[in-house]
């Protein structure tokens, strides 16, 4: 029986923000319904501990956010959101009182490619806020994401904005330290308990569309983590945004048989002899970082 890490279910595919390092679903846009979301719960059961509310999408849009954390405590999962944190601030409430949430990734990156409805310094503030309560009051994790460094930084288009995010949080955590000279040594620092901040370089989604092809490689799709898309649709992993590989529908077959089909086993088997199968999985750069 497969078992995984990371199960990733997309709540809504639907987003307030239009980031040029996210391409736009081209799906038509949903809010997955509770009944549908229950149905996952229970056939996912057996497989996995620990779903993301996480494909495409913001899910502190969802109008039910908290039914379903409500649901996911019920059936004993633990839950990592990510956010561009938008919405934060209206959404805090529900958040800080869910017993269910484990993890919630911010996506500082994104405030940058979008139009500014709000300063920079805003937008920080309402996040921080959420992280020092959260780390006083409850044991969520609060995961403060840059993820926007080029592969040298030294000509990073965004380390000047960089900068000022990190002034801002060394501010709000009176930190007696640079981020940055930590940053240097470092992906990831703690800033407080619970309270995480790590770097990392712009990644591409794959697209089918690409001329690029590589045969040869290994990826954890279908083996560490698997993901359901808003209307059901089960893929191999968090990077099939549009459903390219699509292995069944979680509403008219029973999850175990849609991982466990033809199409499924070939992927997995493929990936064991570092053989890629799947035409979108030939054109992904991000499946490479495994590859050393």
């Known amino acids: 029986m497969k078992k995984f890490k990371k199960t990733y279910i997309e709540i809504t595919n639907v987003c307030n923000l239009n980031c040029e390092f996210c391409p736009k679903c081209e799906r038509n846009p949903e809010f997955m319904k509770i009944e549908l979301f229950e149905k996952i719960l229970s056939q996912i059961k057996n497989h996995s501990n620990h779903i993301y509310f996480h494909v495409k999408g913001e899910p502190s849009l969802h109008p039910q956010l908290g039914k379903f954390l409500d649901a996911a405590y019920t059936y004993g999962y633990k839950v990592n959101i990510t956010t561009n944190g938008t919405l934060i601030e209206s959404s805090k409430h529900t958040l800080l009182s869910k017993p269910a949430l484990r993890q919630v990734n911010f996506s500082l990156h994104s405030f940058d490619a979008n139009i500014k409805t709000t300063t920079m310094e805003k937008y920080l503030d309402e996040i921080l806020i959420f992280a020092k309560?959260?780390?006083?009051?409850?044991?969520?994790?609060?995961?403060?994401?840059?993820?926007?460094?080029?592969?040298?930084?030294?000509?990073?288009?965004?380390?000047?904005?960089?900068?000022?995010?990190?002034?801002?949080?060394?501010?709000?955590?009176?930190?007696?330290?640079?981020?940055?000279?930590?940053?240097?040594?470092?992906?990831?620092?703690?800033?407080?308990?619970?309270?995480?901040?790590?770097?990392?370089?712009?990644?591409?989604?794959?697209?089918?569309?690409?001329?690029?092809?590589?045969?040869?490689?290994?990826?954890?799709?279908?083996?560490?983590?698997?993901?359901?898309?808003?209307?059901?649709?089960?893929?191999?992993?968090?990077?099939?945004?549009?459903?390219?590989?699509?292995?069944?529908?979680?509403?008219?077959?029973?999850?175990?048989?849609?991982?466990?089909?033809?199409?499924?086993?070939?992927?997995?088997?493929?990936?064991s002899n570092r053989k890629v199968v799947e035409p979108l999985c030939q054109k992904c750069n991000y499946r490479k970082k495994f590859n050393t």
């Open 133 to 271: 309560e959260a780390s006083r009051n409850t044991n969520i994790i609060s995961a403060l994401r840059l993820w926007n460094l080029s592969e040298d930084n030294n000509i990073n288009p965004s380390k000047e904005m960089n900068r000022y995010i990190l002034r801002q949080i060394e501010d709000a955590f009176n930190l007696d330290y640079m981020i940055e000279e930590k940053l240097a040594e470092q992906r990831g620092i703690k800033l407080a308990r619970n309270v995480y901040l790590n770097q990392a370089p712009r990644f591409k989604w794959p697209d089918i569309n690409e001329s690029e092809d590589s045969f040869c490689g290994f990826c954890y799709g279908l083996r560490d983590q698997v993901a359901i898309l808003v209307d059901g649709t089960v893929v191999p992993c968090c990077l099939d945004g549009e459903g390219v590989i699509n292995l069944g529908n979680i509403q008219y077959t029973h999850f175990e048989d849609i991982i466990e089909n033809e199409r499924a086993n070939t992927l997995y088997n493929g990936f």
